[in-house]
């Protein structure tokens, strides 16, 4: 519970039971020549500490910077010293501030969706946030064709017509009907 130190004054201790209202106290400091009071408000509040970020999942592009991640912290009471860590280790890249708790970064290596377990801790508590993240080569875009239309003769050898694409990787190609016989 809470408590007034005969001798000092001091008022310490740990509430165990929150109140619905603050309540008021009168406390008395005295000696031989006379006194003095005070009235003194506590309320006592149930401690909670909750940690959110925009999302709960994110899916990343390798090699792209990413767009911060900037937790939401709520503290009742406001507690002070704020900590971020994360298990297992964020995607090799990315990497979150140790006392703002923002991820930020570019991940340089691919990883299925997984989950990351964020955790706060301040002196009110601790609290915790499950973030998922998928890193994946980023979707090809903008294919085309050295040459396009390609006008081709008849039984004379065609120049490579090399493709391009504006984003990503290409791991392999098909075509949608066979090409004409040569």
Request: net charge neutral; proline share 9%.
């Amino acid at each position: 519970g809470i408590n007034l130190n005969a001798t000092t004054g001091v008022i310490t201790g740990t509430p165990t039971t929150p109140t619905s209202s603050v309540l008021n106290f009168t406390v008395t400091a005295s000696n031989s020549g006379g006194l003095t009071t005070a009235v003194i408000g506590i309320s006592v509040t149930t401690a909670s500490v909750a940690i959110s970020y925009a999302s709960s999942s994110v899916s990343l592009i390798l090699n792209t910077p990413m767009a911060s991640l900037t937790p939401s912290i709520t503290s009742s009471p406001p507690g002070t010293g704020s900590s971020f860590t994360v298990s297992p280790a964020l995607p090799t890249g990315i990497s979150i501030h140790p006392t703002t708790g923002v991820i930020s970064g570019t991940p340089t290596v691919g990883i299925a969706s997984s989950p990351f377990d964020i955790s706060f801790t301040n002196s009110t508590g601790n609290a915790h946030f499950i973030l998922t993240i998928a890193v994946a080569e980023a979707v090809p875009a903008g294919l085309t064709y050295a040459q396009n239309p390609a006008p081709y003769a008849i039984t004379k050898p065609i120049a490579a017509n090399n493709p391009s694409v504006t984003q990503g990787v290409v791991a392999s190609y098909s075509v949608s009907a066979a090409l004409p016989a040569g």
